[in-house]
Nanobody, 113 residues
Framework: QVQLVESGGGLVQAGGSLRLSCAASGRTFGTMAWFRRAPGKERDLVAAVNWSGTTLYYTDFVKGRFTISRDNTKNTVYLQMNSLKPEDTAVYYC????????WGRGTQVTVSS
């Protein structure tokens, strides 16, 4: 079973940037995605990327600010987050889409105003 480990979160001021990484313990095929769970809310899809990196999906609230990418040689998926807003505060997770792996612990992103 592939295990997912997210990293790169932290505390940043509004307008700042962070780069998240999701390292898989084995090869991940198909579409991979980033999700997030804000306090008191459900886990939502943020962005997704297909195997070749040619098809990208972003939810409206991150379009133009976040960029998803992947390096299949390293079994790693990235999320570059720019122009961060306080409402981006959440725990960020990665998984396949549709979800097929066990959830990792996620990485906390906190954006201060």
């Amino acid at each position: 079973q592939v295990q997912l480990v997210e990293s790169g979160g932290g505390l940043v001021q509004a307008g700042g940037s962070l780069r998240l990484s999701c390292a898989a313990s084995g090869r991940t095929f198909g579409t991979m995605a980033w999700f997030r769970r804000a306090p008191g809310k459900e886990r939502d899809l943020v962005a997704a990327v297909n195997w070749s990196g040619t098809t990208l999906y972003y939810t409206d609230f991150v379009k133009g600010r976040f960029t998803i990418s992947r390096d299949n040689t390293k079994n790693t998926v990235y999320l570059q987050m720019n122009s961060l807003k306080p409402e981006d505060t959440a725990v960020y997770y990665c998984n396949s889409r549709p979800v097929s792996y066990s959830w990792g612990r996620g990485t906390q992103v906190t954006v201060s105003s």
